[in-house]
């Protein structure tokens, strides 16, 4: 098994605030597809794209993927002939996925929070695990309500919250911060929490959500059990 570099308890630079996570992710863009600290995010988006993958043949144009990072998923979804709408608050990012699709996608620097689209325009909203990194995902959440279509889902992923919280008591690291490092970005702590099924499940709701599907993501790492229920999947629909 490959050596987690943050056991070693590194000497991070703390980025605070939406700035430091749009700074941070600007610096991670360039090697943040390859980097060789990243393997364990790899694992972990490997297990979520097995499940989140099934659900793409019900979305329907045009889609906004919300924190799409390099264009993980809009890259896909592109290629199944669907208009997406790639939305990040760090340029680099956008950057990246932009190269990958071209004029197949639509980049937009923009605020989960604060969506530049109109009310009932998308055929479907993508936000999986940037919705870790969200501030006030309340805001977000019914921002993502406006936006759907009345047909349309919306797929979300979110790390649990108690695992997630036993990783970083295990690491002593601050509560509200994860570690991220890159070739070109040192150790980094940047805001990054975790939720529970019953807080997903009142968010969405009281927006205006039900719930279409409830799923588990498990990372195959057979040393490592606290992977195996690590990620939450959540399926919405808008009551109608």
């Known amino acids: 098994m490959r050596k987690f570099w943050f056991i070693s308890k590194p000497q ?18 360039p090697n943040y597809d390859y980097s060789k600290y990243l393997f364990c995010t790899r694992w972990i988006e490997k297990a979520e794209e ?12 045009p889609v906004i993927d919300v924190g799409c990072g390099t264009g993980r998923y809009a890259v896909k979804i592109a290629g199944m002939g669907i208009s997406v709408i790639a939305l990040d608050l760090s340029l680099e990012m956008l950057k990246m996925a932009k190269k990958k699709k071209g004029n197949k996608i639509l980049p937009v620097l923009a605020d989960a929070e604060c969506l ?26 019914y921002e993502f309500r406006r936006v759907l279509k009345k047909t349309g889902i919306c797929i979300t992923s979110s790390f649990n919250k108690a695992l997630l919280r036993r990783f970083k008591q295990k690491l002593n690291l601050p509560y ?54 690590l990620t939450l999947l959540f399926v919405f629909k808008l009551r109608v």
Request: glycine share 8%; charged share 25%.
């Open 12 to 29: 991070y630079k703390i980025r605070e605030g939406k700035k430091g996570l749009k700074e941070t992710y600007d610096f991670l863009a």
């Open 50 to 61: 097995k499940i989140v993958n099934k659900w793409l043949a019900e979305i329907s144009s």
């Open 116 to 141: 530049p689209l109109k009310a009932d325009s998308c055929g479907g909203v993508i936000c999986t695990l940037a919705f870790n990194h969200l501030f006030s995902p309340a805001s977000a959440v």
């Open 176 to 229: 509200a911060y994860m570690p991220f490092r890159t070739e070109n970005c040192g150790p980094t702590l940047i805001y990054e929490v975790g939720h529970n099924e019953e807080e997903l499940k009142g968010l969405f709701q009281k927006a205006g959500f039900r719930i279409k599907a409830i799923e588990f993501c498990p990372v195959p790492i057979s040393k490592l059990k606290i992977f195996r229920k």
